[in-house]
């Protein structure tokens, strides 16, 4: 928002540089994006008096005059038709820069030396919604000037010697998007009292119920205020020039008289007025209500726009006549014959005149306000303080009375007082005498009966005792706050052990060759038709979802794995490895789902035995020890013979490792065979061993020995490990499958399982007694599963 600094200086003395009332503003949380002084580019330029004007000697299409600067008579030659003797005009001395950053030099026309230049509106970056007498085409002929300000500087000599600041406004303060809200911040950080503008006027005698019978509101929600007052004997014309000037200042342009009283009152008190000509309104009765579907209404724009039933508009008894707080009508436009106005000043639904200005592309000065929250305080101020303009410039005469609908009035706020609380929580030391003082400059009056704050009706963002806290540091100022040595008990910080086994897991199948893959946590329900065991009730579903295909949250990684992996084997990347280490999600009877954390690998470059391994090694380095594989699996989505489950020696489910189904990589359109494993992160943390155990390096020689068994086809490998475990006591060190056969040589019904087996004892070196011993124990027991030695 910009704001001139002539204008504020009228509501709040300013003695300070602009540069210091910039830092003291941002330091105050009224934050400034920067400033600038006004057509600060051009220099030299000065006011002049025409004294003589003759024809070139050589060329009959220029002039040579001669130009009073007060110091000097310049002789300087011109091809404006317009100027004459005794015009006072801008004259651009030799070394004057202009408006474009062009430098005046002194130049030679046929044997005449010009000694400068007489300057138009657009050479000096002025337009003529400012200067409308002056010449758009010709030379800007300076009104209203006389001989005391002939070689004064044409920036002071035009009133415009001005700086323009510009603030970035929270949404919080709307009450700040006014140049009265920014005086009555900058009277509160100097310490100055804030002048208000002149609300004074006088009525007629003539009732406003002679033009205007009501103001209906249809729905409370849609807008809480709405005033109306009538100005009769209009006279259109342009606006004085003070008036012009501070409207061009800030950016906007002059259009009448009316017309620009409401945007001048909207700059200035931050509230948007809106006038009607009330003699092309239909009826004597004014509705503020919701669009119908369609309707249309042409704006001031001239663009035809179509509303919807969420948009708000005024209407006369026939048709829309404005998009409320957005722009008014085409049909009711004030123009050059309108004699009698009704003025309008409201209190929209912040949030609808939103939604309307965005999905009609037309954010307005008026709308960038309405949608920040206006209190209906500002409805009043505003519409008394544009009454008060109107008649000091005669542009109209205000008919007594207003018609005021006010359905839901503002309720004064107050805030219980704690002077400790502001202490404590700003931790300063400051009087209760000075923080009075400080809210007393804001505005917030402190009731020493009641023991409460008393908020303005203009702060809307106050309500509790951390805002005013926030008011009182701010104008005392953040730079006062004494430093300190912050104090608290040291706590450690670091990863969780969950944290640490996921960045293990991941480091290791890294550098195991399976590269990471990251997939959405929401997915479509068909997925469900695909895969088997899971039920669709327990998925958790989306409120609002993107689309169908993103409408439910995840229960398993298994798809996203093989998506992986097919969109790889479609681009002719046949050996895939992959791994997720993500979350599953299930409902549950709790306000929240069941969240479950789970490594998911996929792999179509190694088989069942290869990506075991893996997952051996992988418990190996996380100490978790004793991991069983059994084919008891019940995962239907896994091959039924080339799939197991695994577990720990104290039955601590871990999760499954096997080939996909045929089935379901058929309609996954995945030709190859994939290898899935399933582990679940919570069950790794229960498993693994914290305690790390150093053993002292062997003494003694190991030794080894290999076994070869035939087993029937219906006995686990895991049978035999067990029996080797139970019967070996503390000699055997360790003991490994290394080859399963089945062939010519070994008898239908039955397979061949090679072990090797290191034996190796703490406190001696092992005679073949020692082994032998131990041997035939296992063997024994082996017998009592059909198994025995292969010969």
Not at 338 to 361: C, H, K, Q
Not at 402 to 428: C, H, M, N
Not at 746 to 753: A, D, E, L, N, V
Request: proline share 3%; hydrophobic share 40%.
């Amino acid at each position: 928002m910009k704001v001139s600094l002539e204008w504020l200086k009228s509501f709040v003395d300013i003695e300070c540089s602009v540069e210091e009332l910039v830092d003291k503003l941002t330091m105050s949380g009224t934050k400034v994006e920067g400033y600038e002084k006004r057509l600060e580019n051009i220099k030299n330029v000065v006011v002049g008096k025409v004294l003589e004007i003759s024809l070139h000697p050589h060329n009959q299409n220029l002039f040579v005059c001669l130009v009073d600067t007060k110091d000097k008579i310049l002789t300087i030659i011109t091809a404006a038709k317009n100027v004459k003797v005794g015009s006072y005009v801008p004259v651009a001395k030799p070394g004057a820069v202009l408006a474009n950053g062009k430098t005046i030099d002194v130049l030679e026309f046929k044997g005449i030396v010009s000694e400068g230049m007489l300057c138009s509106l657009d050479e000096l970056g002025l337009t003529r919604g400012e200067f409308s007498y002056a010449d758009e085409n010709g030379i800007f002929i300076l009104d209203g000037m006389n001989d005391n300000l002939i070689g004064i500087d044409i920036k002071t000599a035009l009133g415009i010697d001005d700086v323009i600041i510009d603030f970035e406004i929270t949404s919080n303060r709307p009450d700040c998007l006014s140049v009265v809200g920014i005086a009555r911040e900058i009277a509160a950080i100097l310490n100055k009292p804030l002048k208000f503008p002149n609300m004074n006027f006088k009525e007629t005698d003539e009732p406003v119920k002679n033009y205007l019978d009501s103001i209906e509101i249809q729905d409370k929600k849609i807008c809480r205020r709405y005033m109306g007052r009538v100005i009769k004997n209009v006279k259109i014309e342009e606006s004085p020039l003070w008036l012009r000037k501070r409207l061009v200042a800030c950016g906007v342009r002059p259009i009448n008289n009316i017309v620009d009283v409401t945007n001048y009152v909207m700059l200035e008190m931050g509230q948007p007025l809106h006038a009607f000509d009330l003699n092309k309104i239909c009826g004597r009765n004014v509705f503020v209500r919701l669009a119908s579907d369609g309707e249309k209404i042409v704006t001031l724009d001239g663009v035809e726009r179509v509303l919807r039933s969420s948009d708000i508009v005024i209407a006369d008894e026939k048709r829309a006549i404005a998009v409320a707080g957005v722009m008014g009508g085409l049909d009711t436009e004030v123009d050059e014959n309108t004699t009698l106005v009704l003025l309008e000043s409201a209190t929209f639904n912040p949030a609808m005149i939103r939604r309307t200005a965005r999905y009609l592309g037309l954010r307005t000065e008026a709308s960038n306000r309405f949608e920040k929250g206006l209190s209906p305080y500002f409805a009043e101020v505003a519409i008394q303080r544009a009454c008060a303009l109107i008649e000091q410039i005669g542009a109209g005469e205000v008919v007594e009375g207003t018609v005021d609908t006010y359905v839901d009035p503002w309720q004064q706020v107050e805030v219980k007082a704690d002077f400790s609380y502001i202490q404590k929580l700003l931790g300063l030391e400051i009087e209760k005498n000075e923080v009075i003082n400080i809210l007393n400059r804001l505005e917030i009056k402190y009731d020493e009966k009641k023991e409460v704050f008393i908020i303005p009706p203009f702060r809307t963002d106050i309500e509790n005792m951390a805002d005013i806290s926030e008011e009182v540091i701010r104008i005392y100022g953040y730079d006062k706050l004494p430093s300190r040595v912050f104090m608290g008990n040291a706590i450690s910080s670091g990863l969780t052990q969950k944290q640490k086994m996921v960045n293990n897991i991941k480091n290791f199948l890294a550098h195991s060759g399976y590269y990471e893959i990251y997939s959405y946590s929401f997915e479509s329900p068909k997925v469900y038709e695909i895969l088997r065991g899971y039920n669709l009730e327990d998925a958790v579903r989306i409120l609002n979802p993107l689309g169908e295909d993103f409408s439910v949250m995840r229960m398993q990684l298994l798809s996203s794995i093989l998506k992986a992996i097919y969109l790889n084997i479609s681009r002719n990347i046949k050996d895939v490895k992959v791994f997720e280490l993500s979350t599953v999600f299930k409902k549950s009877d709790e306000k929240l789902p069941q969240e479950k954390l789970v490594l998911a690998i996929g792999s179509s470059a190694q088989d069942f035995y290869s990506v075991k391994g893996v997952l051996e090694n992988l418990f190996d380095m996380l100490r978790i020890k004793e991991v069983r594989f059994s084919s008891q699996h019940q995962n239907p989505n896994l091959h039924p013979t080339r799939s197991a489950k695994i577990y720990t020696d104290n039955q601590l489910f871990l999760g499954y490792i096997g080939e996909v189904h045929p089935d379901i990589l058929e309609k996954f359109d995945i030709p190859a065979r994939i290898v899935y494993a399933e582990i679940y992160i919570d069950a790794l943390i229960k498993a693994e061993k914290k305690d790390k155990k150093y053993t002292q390096l062997p003494k003694y020689p190991a030794v080894e020995r290999d076994f070869a068994f035939v087993v029937p086809d219906d006995v686990e490998s895991r049978v035999i490990e067990e029996i080797f475990k139970k019967y070996s006591s503390d000699i055997l060190e360790e003991f490994y499958l290394f080859d399963i056969y089945k062939g010519q040589q070994i008898k239908p019904g039955f397979k061949s399982y090679a072990y090797k087996a290191i034996f190796r004892s703490k406190s001696k070196t092992l005679s073949d007694g020692d082994i032998n011993q131990v041997q035939e124990k296992i063997l024994d027991e082996l017998k009592n599963y059909n198994i025995s030695l292969r010969e």
